[in-house]
Each structure stands twice: as C-alpha cells, then as structure tokens.
C-alpha cells in the first residue's frame, strides 16, 4: 500500500470550542489508484488532504506512507519525506509572480543537490508532459488559467513524487478548460501515477477510478466506478461540435 492510513482523528481547537473536522477515518490506497475525495463544504476533505500530505499531523491514529509509519517523525524528517515522494496540485495554482515557468517548476528540486543544468532538463521534460513546453520563459501573469494549472501540474511532477495530491484542481477553471486538466490527470494515471483529488463535484469525482465520501468528518462511502468520464473523449466531443458548422449557419 502507498497510503495507509489508520483510525484518522484530527481535532481542531481545545474543550467547548473543539471541532472534530476528521474522525476515526480509515483507508488505504495503492499505488496507481486515482482516488476522489468527496464531501460538501466543511466535511473534512482539506484537512484530510493535510494528513496525507504530511502537511499536518493527527490528534490520534496513524498513517503509513510508502510502508513507513510517520507518526514519530519529526518536523525535518516528514518535509523531507513530503518533498521527495508528493506532489501538490491546489485550486488557486500557487505560482510565485516573480518568477518564469521553467524557474517555477525547477523550484522544488532547488534545495536537492541537483546542479542548474539537470534541474531545467527536468522542468522541460515536465513542461512537456504537461503540453505548456512553449511556454518555459512566459511569467505567470501571461499565462491562461488553464496553462497556469499546468504548469503547477508539472511542478507537482519535476521530483517524480509517489503520489500527486490535488485540492479542487478544476475548482477556479471554466468546465472546458476543466476537463482537459482532468484528461490531463486520466493520462498520467494511465502511465502509473498515483493521484488523490479532492473535489466537492460529482461529475469532476467520476473522471476517478475511485471515489470516497466524507460527511462531517466520517467517511461514509468508498465505491470504485465502473465506468469513469473520459474526458479526452469530452474535449474532443466538444471541438467537433465547435468547429463544425451548424445547418443553419450553412443554410
Ligand atoms: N485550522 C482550523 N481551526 C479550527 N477549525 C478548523 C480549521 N480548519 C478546518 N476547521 C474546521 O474543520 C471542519 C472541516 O474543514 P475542512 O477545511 O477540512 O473542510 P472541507 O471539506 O475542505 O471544506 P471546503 O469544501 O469548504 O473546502 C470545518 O468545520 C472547519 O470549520
Ligand atoms: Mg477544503
């Protein structure tokens, strides 16, 4: 199992005031699962997405990464952990103002050892992966919103993380450009990657493979689907419907 994680509690606040935003959640996921976490607003799906991101740790229980339990680590030993082997995707993109597409994907690997000429051969060959390698020398601002995303995709992918955890990834994008983040995310789980996403849309849940259910803090579904959208097929589905002409305008 990549992921395991075990009887999850994590309590914010102390006394009256404390909110149990997670409780006695248990899962695990393997490596090439595409999981989405679902749940409305306030469910527990962001600080569920903090466990397993080794952003935050849990009041109680425990979780297992990658065969490791990380409940003793200390502080440097999960950054190190968390920059090595997860790579983060959120809703508003994240990507430093001041600096170039290729400076911002080469980012994470800065503080690795790994010599300038070798970092940017590995944000290019992200850049690609992602279809914005003509972009590598653009600011942020000159970016769509959809490019942008990509971009902080392909920082997500430059260290060649185990695992890609990704909150509302499509939340700020219009559905269109939405779908091709989500074609995006189908195609490098096709190549073995393992993704989490957490989003609060039915139909975005179902590009998954996988979709597990929060309500107040519980998990109260976990269910594979049969069927997932393609949303390649979506994306091209609606460019044959753009660029053909309709009756009337021929008439
Ligand atoms: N730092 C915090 N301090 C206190 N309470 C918090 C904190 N973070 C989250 N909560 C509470 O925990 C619960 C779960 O919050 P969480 O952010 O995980 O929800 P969510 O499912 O991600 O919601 P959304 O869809 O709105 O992003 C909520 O009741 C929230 O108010
Ligand atoms: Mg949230």
Known sequence: MLLDAQQLTRRYGTGE?????????????AEGEFVAVMGPSGSGKSTLMNLIGLLDGPTSGRLVFAGEDTTH????????LRNRRIGFVFQAYN????NTTLENVEMPLVYSGIRRSQRQLSARAALDAVGVSHRVEHWPSELSGGEQQRVAIARALVSNPALILADEPTGALDSRTGQGILALFQSLNRSGRTIVMV??????????????????GTLIGDMQVAEPVDAAAAVERQKVVQEKPSEAALA
């Open 17 to 29: 005031a404390a909110v149990d935003a997670l409780r006695d959640t248990s899962f695990s996921v």
């Open 73 to 80: 680590l200390n502080h440097d030993q999960l950054a190190g």
């Open 95 to 98: 990507l430093l103002a001041r």
């Open 199 to 216: 989003t609060h849309d039915e139909h975005v849940a179902h590009h998954a493979r996988r979709i597990l259910r929060l309500q107040d």
